[in-house]
């Protein structure tokens, strides 16, 4: 069962915080007492998460820049430490999506949308293991997308193929540190009522692909949230290299 204070001395760095699925789950870890540590590439924004979690009493604290640099991911990873002395918890949520067709792809947009899906996760589950080691405990959920299993619904060929390797890439990890206590899954996300999604489509075509799926609407960031919580905590102990599908049965395997 969930309780009031399950993540109580756990301590979560949530990537792409500043809005969106990174900003719900954010304040779902922090109201069952995880210290958070929240991470943009949008520094105002992660500011703004910080100040939020901080008026209802939780710990926060920002740590701005990109998944897609070694050294901002350090930095994240010591403001971590310097500021609560542990990592228990690495949501890799940031993502972006492009909707570009591959004949019209340029090589700097694969690299980007590439580059923040997979190489983000990469490099800040790299540099969370040896403090997760010392901890004896660990949990990374990887944000991945119906996507990764199917085609995406609204992003292109370059985000699809991202969003596949985070499934590969969450089973090699699972198997290399379940030895020291930490689990590694990843969470398939649908269609959710997000930026992502309202800033690439039109209000009338998330209408349209909504009609379609046997829970006809979007799902909302706290809905997920709720997901990666369960994969966060110890309720998920023998959960590892999964990947749950969260979708209203938009893809049902
Ligand atoms: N919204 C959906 O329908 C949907 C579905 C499946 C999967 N996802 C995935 O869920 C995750 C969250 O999506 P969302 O809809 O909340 O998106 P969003 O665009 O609302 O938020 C993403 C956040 O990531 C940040 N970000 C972008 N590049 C970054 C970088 N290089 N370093 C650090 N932060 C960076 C952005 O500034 C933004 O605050 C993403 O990985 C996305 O691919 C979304």
């Given at each position: 069962m969930a309780s009031?204070?399950?993540?109580?001395?756990?301590v979560a760095?949530?990537?792409?915080?500043?809005?969106?699925?990174?900003?719900?789950?954010?304040?779902?870890?922090?109201?069952?007492?995880?210290?958070?540590v929240i991470n943009d590439i949008d520094g105002e924004s992660a500011d703004r998460t910080v100040s939020h979690l901080k008026g209802y009493g939780h710990e926060a604290v920002a740590a701005p820049g990109s998944v897609t640099s070694a050294s901002d991911v350090r930095a994240m990873v010591d403001k971590a430490l310097?500021?609560?002395?542990?990592?228990h918890i690495l949501i890799n949520n940031a993502g972006i999506l492009r909707p570009t067709q591959v004949i019209d792809i340029e090589e700097e947009e694969w690299d980007l949308v590439v580059g923040v899906n997979l190489k983000g996760t990469y490099l800040c589950s790299r540099a969370?293991?040896?403090p997760m080691q010392d901890a004896g405990w660990g949990r990374i959920v990887n944000f991945s997308s119906t996507a990764g299993k199917n085609i995406s619904t609204v992003g292109g060929a370059h985000y699809t193929a991202a969003k596949a390797g985070i499934l590969g890439f969450t089973r090699h990890l699972a198997k290399e540190a379940a030895p020291h206590g930490i689990t590694v899954n990843a969470v398939c996300p649908g269609l959710i009522d997000t930026e992502m999604v309202r800033t690439t489509i039109s209000d009338e075509r998330a209408r349209a692909y909504a009609e379609g799926f046997p829970?006809?609407?979007?799902?909302?960031p706290d809905e997920v949230a709720e997901l990666v919580a369960f994969l966060a905590s110890d309720r998920a102990a023998y959960i590892t290299g999964a990947s749950l599908d969260i979708n209203g049965g938009d893809l049902m395997i």
């Open positions: 009031e204070s399950e993540f109580q001395g756990r760095i949530v990537t792409g915080a500043g809005q969106g699925m990174g900003r719900a789950v954010a304040r779902r870890l922090a109201r069952g007492g995880a210290s958070l310097g500021s609560f002395g542990a990592i969370v293991l040896k829970i006809s609407r979007l799902g909302t």
